[in-house]
């Protein structure tokens, strides 16, 4: 089968196109042909040697993806069903930039219907992580919720999980003009575009100078830094990813004074039942169209370097989608 695989971690050259054996059906795995793999900053990190953990190359990148079930699915996936999966895939074990992949049955879930496989493939990262990052923080219908970068995967998943799950205010933010006009044409009301204004000015603002109960920031730097700033009383900062910096200063009066919190989120360190729960909250918004996943554009496997760059570089609305 062909994978794209990181011979090093040394940047976009470390991409080559290789055939691998088919990967065999054992307990508790699913062959699963792959249709599309979802493309992510993740695989860009690990790509670039940043990742902070220690991994071994040669690797085949990818966590995400979606695929038609051919062996070992029992009753639940039957051969023929289509399914979508996050997991370890790409960073601990080989992943989803190939035509098969053997993936751990608990990781599967059913793709609705009216979901296609490219737009499947981008849900599971995106839409697993903002949903558990929800619960963690205590989202409940008629809280604030502030997820920056509406154009990135995770800044548009809160913002449409809390909008469709009944947040008073689903906000998020962009630095770009163009990408602001955008996100209103898509129906996004509530995005601060920060060419014109600062983040807390925006927040407060829109929300009448209450401020965010609850922040899912995946960018870092001086955004998590403002975003702080913007915290409602007794709010809290969720951090998940470090796009922009990983590192930045902040102001600990932003901490103190309306008494809020920042924590972290792991997605590889979260419990199965948690991500069970996020599923069974994720799959009825999408089949009743209440979340959409956008993608943004798809290239072909062998093109995966273009777009881990077109994804780094370009910074596109939605999901960047590879397919066999």
Request: net charge neutral.
């Amino acid at each position: 089968m062909r994978a794209m695989r990181a011979e090093t971690f040394s940047g976009y050259q470390g991409l080559k196109l290789i055939e691998l054996p088919k990967p065999a059906v054992t307990d508790g795995k699913v062959l699963v042909r792959m249709t599309a793999a979802g493309v992510t900053p993740l695989d860009h990190t690990i790509l670039s040697g940043k990742f902070p953990h220690h991994l071994k190359a040669p690797l085949v990148l990818g966590n995400e993806g979606a695929g038609v079930v051919e062996e070992g699915g029992g009753t639940v996936f039957p051969a023929g069903s289509r399914v979508m999966f996050f997991g370890a895939y790409g960073a601990f074990e080989d992943g989803t930039y190939s035509e098969w992949l053997a993936v751990r049955k608990e990781d599967l879930c059913l793709i609705p219907d009216n979901i296609d496989d490219v737009s499947a493939a981008g849900i599971p990262v995106a839409y697993l992580t903002a949903q558990v990052a929800l619960a963690r923080a205590g989202f409940r219908a008629g809280k604030t919720v502030l997820a920056p970068a509406i154009g990135g995967s995770i800044g548009n998943a809160v913002t449409q999980l809390a909008r469709a799950l009944g947040a008073k205010h689903a906000l998020s933010s962009t630095t770009n003009h163009a990408k602001a006009e955008q996100a209103k044409a898509l129906g996004f009301n509530e995005v601060i575009d920060t060419s014109l204004e600062k983040l807390g000015d925006g927040v407060r603002r829109i929300t009448d100078g209450y401020g965010a109960d609850i922040v899912i920031d995946g960018i870092g730097g001086e955004v998590l830094c403002e975003a702080l700033g913007a915290l409602a009383l007794e709010g809290s900062l969720t951090t998940l990813g470090y796009s922009a910096s990983r590192t930045t200063t902040i102001d600990v009066t932003n901490l103190i004074v309306p008494q809020a919190s920042i924590r972290g989120l792991n997605m590889f360190a979260q419990p199965q039942a948690a991500k069970t729960e996020a599923w069974n909250v994720i799959v009825p918004l999408l089949k009743s169209g209440a979340v959409k996943p956008i993608v943004a554009k798809t290239f072909p496997l062998a093109e995966a370097a273009d777009a881990l760059r077109y994804l780094v570089e370009g910074r596109p609305f939605g999901r960047v989608v590879l397919v066999p």
